[in-house]
Structures are given as C-alpha cells and as structure tokens.
Nanobody, 124 residues
Framework: QVPLVESGGGLVQAGGSLRLSCAAS????????MGWFRQAPGKEREFVAA????????YYADSVKGRSTITRDSAKNTVYLQMNSLKAEDTAVYYC?????????????????WGQGIQVTVSS
C-alpha cells in the first residue's frame, strides 16, 4: 500500500489557484506531521509547507508565504495545499511527505515517507 498519494496537480495560468491533496493511511495521518516539498527541473527539492500532527502549527517557505495555506482533514486522512496567485516559478513536481517529527516534515532531515509526486505547471 502506497502510504501517501498526491492529487490535484495540473496546468494553471499565472495568477490562478490550485489545491493539492495528499491522502494518507490512517496509521500515518493520525500521528504524523505532514509536509509539502517541490522540485523544479535542474534544482534541488525544497520545502514548501508543513503542518503538525494535530494541525496546531503551520510552517511555510518564504517563497509561498502569504499565497499558500496548508490544512489537514482528519475525517478524510488528507492534507491539502491551497496555492493562490501562482507564478511561473511555482512550476515543479510537488511531493507530499510525512514524519513523526515536525522538524523532519519541514525538511530539517529527510522525512520518513514520501509520495510519488505530482506535476504542477504554471503558464505565464
């Protein structure tokens, strides 16, 4: 069973919005912090946003702060990344991640679980 499954990616025009979803197993979702990362062509994977296991704290990279919101729905075992005012530089493969440690979910160290990634393309 794949522990994390992303959905919601696609092609969007600059200035538009997109909501990414990451469905997790109940075992993971109930006690793991969740994060989003992205990797653009020719660049290293970078942290985007993270949320604590109980949804109490959210963290954002400066590049998306004010434009993105991470939330989690315990009834659906799903974490969301709402992205607004998208820019061409937001184009990347987006990965969901999970770890018991919020610090790891923020990329301080590699998280325990990764999703397979989903493409987001912003056309200018």
């Amino acid at each position: 069973q794949v522990p994390l499954v992303e959905s919601g990616g696609g092609l969007v025009q600059a200035g538009g919005s997109l909501r990414l979803s990451c469905a997790a197993s109940e075992r993971i979702f109930s006690s793991y912090s969740m994060g989003w990362f992205r990797q653009a062509p020719g660049k290293e994977r970078e942290f985007v946003a993270a949320i604590g296991w109980n949804g109490g704290n959210a963290y954002y990279a400066d590049s998306v702060k004010g434009r993105s919101t991470i939330t989690r729905d315990s009834a659906k075992n799903t974490v969301y990344l709402q992205m607004n005012s998208l820019k061409a530089e937001d184009t990347a493969v987006y990965y969901c991640a999970a770890d018991r440690s919020t610090a790891r979910a923020r990329g301080v160290m590699p998280p325990e679980y990764w999703g397979q990634g989903i493409q987001v393309t912003v056309s200018s």
